[in-house]
C-alpha cells in the first residue's frame, strides 16, 4: 500500500484541508465569502474502544464553541461509528443525543451521517428518538439501498430532514441497487418523494443531472431545499449553484486519519484507472 497511499495523501490534500479543526475553519470562512455554506466533520470511524469515542465526542463539543464564535453558517456531520455505534447502542445514542443538544443551545444543526446498511436501523432509532426533543437534526438516506425509498418515508412523517446521498459504501446486492442507472432511479424516485412531501431536505450529489432536475422540479413545489457537496470536488458547479441564488453546503472533512474517507473518494472517481496510472506514474 506504501506508494499508493504516499500518493493518496497528496490527492487527499484537495478533499481534507488538514488535520486541525482550525483547517476546516479557514476553509469554511473561504468558502462563505463566495457565498457557500459549509458541514464540518471531523475524521475518525469505526472506533471500537470507548476512550477514543470521547475523545471525538469532545472534539465536536470545542467545534461546536468554536463554529459559534466565529458566527459562520456551519452545520457539522458526525459518524455513527465515531460516536460509539460499534461499542453499543446506549453508548451512542447518548453521545449523539450530547452532540446535538450542545449544538441546539448555538443554534448549529447537526447531521447524521449513513454508514454501512449494518448500522442503518440504529441510526434511525436513535435519529427519531432525538428528532422528538430537538429540531437541529438531519440525516443521510442513501439512494443505493433498496430500503432507502421507505426509509424515506417513515422519516419524512416524523418530520425529520433528509439529506439524499447516493451511497458510499459497497454494499451486497439484495439489499443494495449495483448499477449505475438503478441507484440514479431510486435517487430521483426518493427526491420526487421528497419534494411531494418534505419541506427542507437536501440534494447531496455532484451530479449535474440530478442538479438541473431538482431545480426544474423546484420551481414548481418552491420547498426549502439546499445543495450539498463535497470539499474539492465540482468546485465550479458549487459556484454555479450558489450563484444562481441556491444554498450550497460544502462537506468539509478535517483529521489526521484521512485515508479512509479518501479511499472512498478515489473510488467513485470519475476514471480510477487513469487516477492509478497517474499516481503510480505509469
Ligand atoms: C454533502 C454530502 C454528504 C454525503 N454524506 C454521505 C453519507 O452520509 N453517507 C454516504 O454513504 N455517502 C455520503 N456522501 C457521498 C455520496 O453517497 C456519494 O458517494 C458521492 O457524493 C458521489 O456520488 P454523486 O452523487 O456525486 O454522483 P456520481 O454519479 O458518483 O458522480 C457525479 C459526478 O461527480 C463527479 N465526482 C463524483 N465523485 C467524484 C470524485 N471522488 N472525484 C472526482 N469527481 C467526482 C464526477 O464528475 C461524476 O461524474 C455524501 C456526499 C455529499 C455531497
Not at 77 to 97: M, R
Not at 173 to 198: C, E, G, P
Not at 205 to 219: E, N, S, Y
Amino acid at each position: 500500500m506504501g506508494i499508493i497511499e504516499d500518493k493518496l495523501r497528496i490527492l487527499a490534500g484537495k478533499w481534507v484541508p488538514g488535520p486541525r479543526k482550525d483547517d476546516a475553519i479557514k476553509r469554511a470562512k473561504e468558502l462563505y465569502a463566495k457565498n457557500q455554506k459549509s458541514t464540518i466533520n471531523y475524521i475518525k470511524e469505526h472506533i471500537t474502544d470507548k476512550q477514543s469515542v470521547k475523545k471525538v465526542v469532545q472534539k465536536y463539543i470545542s467545534l461546536l464553541s468554536d463554529v459559534h464564535m466565529k458566527t459562520l453558517d456551519c452545520d457539522i456531520a458526525v459518524k455513527p461509528t465515531q460516536l460509539g455505534i460499534c461499542i453499543n447502542y446506549n453508548l451512542f445514542n447518548s453521545n449523539y443525543e450530547k452532540i446535538v443538544s450542545f449544538a441546539e443551545k448555538y443554534r448549529i444543526f447537526v447531521w447524521t451521517d449513513m454508514e454501512n446498511s449494518v448500522y442503518a436501523n440504529a441510526t434511525i432509532k436513535a435519529y427519531l428518538a432525538a428528532l422528538k426533543r430537538h429540531k437541529n437534526v438531519g440525516i443521510a438516506i442513501q439512494s443505493k439501498l433498496k430500503r432507502s425509498y421507505h426509509d424515506a418515508k417513515l422519516l419524512v412523517k416524523a418530520g425529520g430532514t433528509i439529506r439524499l446521498v447516493k451511497g458510499a459504501y459497497k454494499e451486497n446486492s439484495n439489499i443494495a441497487y449495483t448499477k449505475r442507472r438503478q441507484v440514479d432511479a431510486n435517487y430521483i424516485r426518493i427526491m420526487k418523494y421528497l419534494f411531494r412531501n418534505s419541506k427542507k431536505f437536501m440534494i447531496a450529489t455532484h451530479d449535474k443531472k440530478m442538479i438541473c432536475k431538482a431545480i426544474a422540479i423546484q420551481k414548481k413545489y418552491k420547498r426549502n431545499i439546499s445543495f450539498g457537496m463535497l470539499n474539492g470536488i465540482r468546485g465550479r458547479l458549487a459556484e454555479e449553484t450558489a450563484n444562481k441564488g441556491y444554498e450550497t453546503r460544502i462537506y468539509i472533512p478535517y483529521g489526521k486519519e484521512w485515508f479512509a474517507f479518501a479511499w472512498r473518494r478515489f473510488m467513485e472517481g470519475v476514471n480510477v484507472v487513469l487516477i492509478i496510472r497517474s499516481m503510480l506514474n505509469l
